[in-house]
């Protein structure tokens, strides 16, 4: 299961903003099988809007975060019909012994912002008899968002139709032959992405104290030295 939220981002409490939030998109492997994703959206001084504390404005600022764990780690609790403040209680329930800055991030969020759903992973399936009407990104080969590709994914897809459709559109290509070939194409490297995805997943809500513990020295390692960083974002 996972909660997410939102904490407006000013000049106010921008300082209490954990360092590595500020800079960029910050994982956060946290203990007993319990895991954080916080990124930030903000824009130059010049852009930044007028702030009222509300999300009203597309170019609000903010700090968006994500608390995840195995559904058994939250009791007997059913956060599909928590509140935003119960949903909040219930993640500060399992981060009584974090750092205090990560705590506030969840203690700080607007409410009315904070929601749970259950995380999900497509099941792989072997090409279909091809038609006049295919598929592209979730429709197929929805994943699990812990590798942060799912978007990206999609847009491959969208890329590869339009190439598909413009050959046929040219004459060059049968719009069946054309689309089977797309199809072929879009489940070997879509579902690739969704068993990363599962993986990385797994690998965060790890239980063992060791396959933690190497987990953390490869995120470390890959801080100083490029690249390995390259090689554990799978060329990203």
């Keep these: 299961m996972a909660v997410n939220g ?3 981002l000013n000049d106010a409490n921008r300082a209490s903003i954990p360092l590595p939030v500020l800079r960029g998109p910050t994982p956060i492997l946290g203990p007993r099988g319990c895991f954080m994703f916080a990124s930030t959206v903000q824009y130059r001084d010049s852009e930044r809007p007028a702030r009222d504390d509300t999300f009203h404005n597309e170019r609000d600022e903010y700090v968006m975060w994500g608390f995840s764990a195995h ?3 939250f009791g007997s609790a059913d956060l599909d019909r928590l509140g935003g403040e119960e949903l909040k209680a219930a993640v500060l329930g399992l981060m009584q012994d974090w750092q205090p800055s990560a705590k506030r991030l969840v203690q700080a969020a607007d409410a009315s912002t904070v929601s749970a759903f259950a995380v999900k992973t497509s099941v792989p399936i072997p090409p279909w008899q091809t038609r006049n009407v295919t598929l592209l990104g979730d429709a197929l080969h ?3 968002p812990f590798r942060g590709i799912g978007a990206n994914t999609a847009l491959r897809d969208a890329a590869a139709l339009r190439s598909a459709l413009v050959m046929v559109d040219r004459g060059e290509r049968d ?3 054309a689309l089977a070939e797309y199809e072929r194409d879009m489940i070997d490297y879509g ?4 068993r990363t995805s599962l993986a990385d997943m797994e690998r965060f809500h790890a239980d063992r104290p060791l396959s933690r513990a190497l987990t953390k020295a490869a995120f470390r390692a890959a801080d100083w030295i490029p690249p390995l960083k390259t090689a554990l974002l ?3």
């Design 71 to 73: 559904r058994a780690k």
């Design 142 to 144: 929805n994943m699990t």
């Design 6 to 8: 939102k904490v407006g």
């Design 191 to 194: 579902f690739g992405a969704v």
């Design 175 to 177: 719009l069946v032959a």
């Design 234 to 236: 799978g060329g990203r």
